[in-house]
C-alpha cells in the first residue's frame, strides 16, 4: 500500500552537501516527498516541542545526522524517544561513523535502524531511495493511520 | 521489526556474504514455510530459527532450557497474534518499556520501540518479495550492532 498524500521527512543534518543530496534525490523521486531540514540539533528539538508546527506537517519519518551542532544527534535521538509525543516516530540514522560504539548506542537508545553514508555520490542518492522507499512503501508508519 | 497480517509489494535485492541469524516468531505453518523458501531462495546465508508462541520467544532469547547454547538473534521476525503471548507482550517484555494508551497496533508496536511494521502480504509473490525487500534492507543497508556490545 502507498501513501496516497504528502511524505513529510524531518532532515536534520548539518552537511550542505549532504542536504543537497538528499533533497535532491527526494525531489527526483516520483513520489511527493516534502523535506523540512533542521541543520542543528536545538532547532529541531524545538520544532519537536512546538506542538502547532509539528501538529501541521505531521513528520512521517526522521532522517538524523549524529554531527550536528548545539544539541548532538544522540542527544536529539534519546530526547524524541524518550517523549511520548515523538518516540513512535521512526528514526533512520544516517552517519558517516561506522564506530560500533556509534551504532550499539543509537540501537539503544531506540533509532529505528542504523546507516551509513556513503562516500560515492551515486551509491549515496541509491542509499537514500532505498531508505524512502522501504520506509514508505514496505513498511507501515504510525502516521498511516491518520492518513487512510 | 513486527510483521502483521494484509497486503503489500515493493524493490529488489543484492548480494551479501553476511550470516544473519534471524529468529521467526511465528504460529502458522504456512507463513513459517513461505519465508524459509523466500530466505532460501536468496543469495544471502542466514541461519533461521523458529519458535511458534510467545512464550517459546522469551524462553529463546532469554537462552532458558533448551535455548541455552543458541546464540541471539541478528534479527527478530515477530507476528502479533501468537498463542500464549502475542507479538505485543513479546515485544512489551524484550524492549522493556511501558505500555501503550493507543487502540492501534501499529501505533503500540511503534512506542514499544519495534525497528519497523509489515504488513503480510496474502499473495505469494507479494509474500516473497516483502522477506526480499526486508532482507535487502536490514542486511545490506543497515547496519546492525553487534551483539556482544
Same mark, same amino acid.
Given at each position: ?7 513529510? *521527512?524531518?532532515?536534520?543534518? /548539518? ?19 516534502? @523535506?523540512?531540514?533542521?541543520? /542543528? ?5 524545538? +520544532?519537536?516541542? &512546538? ?11 526522521? *532522517? ?18 524518550? &517523549? ?16 560500533? &560504539? ?7 537508545? +531506540?533509532?529505528?535502524?542504523?546507516? @551509513? ?5 551515486? /551509491? ?8 524512502? &522507499?522501504?520506509?514508505?512503501? *514496505? ?10 | ?122 499473495? !505469494? ?11 535487502? !534492507? ?12
Amino acid at each position: 500500500m502507498f501513501y496516497q498524500g504528502k511524505r513529510n *521527512i524531518i532532515l536534520v543534518e /548539518d552537511n550542505l552537501f549532504d542536504i543537497k543530496i538528499i533533497k535532491d534525490a527526494l525531489e527526483k523521486s516520483a513520489e511527493n516527498y516534502n @523535506t523540512i531540514v533542521f541543520k /542543528d540539533g536545538k532547532t529541531a528539538k524545538e +520544532y519537536f516541542e &512546538n506542538s502547532d508546527a509539528f501538529l501541521a506537517e505531521n513528520p512521517h519519518l526522521v *532522517i538524523l545526522d549524529l554531527t550536528v551542532p548545539n544539541i548532538s544527534g544522540k542527544e536529539l535521538l534519546k530526547h524524541l524517544k524518550e &517523549n511520548s509525543k515523538t518516540k513512535k516516530i521512526p528514526v533512520v540514522v544516517l552517519s558517516l561513523s561506522n564506530y560500533s &560504539n556509534d551504532i550499539c548506542e543509537s540501537y539503544k537508545n +531506540y533509532a529505528n535502524c542504523y546507516i @551509513t553514508k556513503p562516500k560515492d555520490i551515486d /551509491d549515496f542518492i541509491n542509499k537514500i531511495n532505498i531508505i524512502t &522507499n522501504y520506509w514508505f512503501n *514496505i513498511v507501515k508508519l504510525p502516521k498511516a493511520i491518520e492518513l487512510y | 521489526m513486527v510483521i502483521n497480517e494484509t497486503e503489500n509489494s515493493i524493490p529488489t535485492h543484492k548480494s551479501s556474504s553476511k550470516v544473519l541469524n534471524i529468529l521467526l516468531v511465528e504460529d502458522n505453518e504456512g507463513d513459517i514455510r513461505l519465508t524459509k523458501e523466500a530466505l532460501k531462495e536468496s543469495d544471502f546465508e542466514s541461519e533461521l530459527n523458529v519458535v511458534k508462541d510467545g512464550v517459546e520467544a522469551l524462553r529463546y532469547l532469554h537462552k532458558e532450557g533448551e535455548y541455552y547454547e543458541k546464540n541471539l538473534p541478528d534479527l527478530i521476525l515477530l507476528d502479533l497474534n501468537l498463542p500464549k503471548k502475542n507479538g505485543i507482550e513479546v515485544l512489551e517484555s524484550i524492549k522493556m518499556s511501558t505500555t501503550s494508551s493507543s487502540n492501534s497496533d501499529i501505533l503500540k508496536t511503534y512506542n514499544l520501540y519495534a525497528n519497523c511494521f509489515i504488513t503480510k502480504p496474502v499473495d !505469494f509473490d507479494d509474500f516473497i518479495y516483502i522477506v526480499k525487500c526486508i532482507e535487502e !534492507f536490514w542486511i545490506d543497508v543497515v547496519k546492525l550492532p553487534s551483539l556482544n556490545k
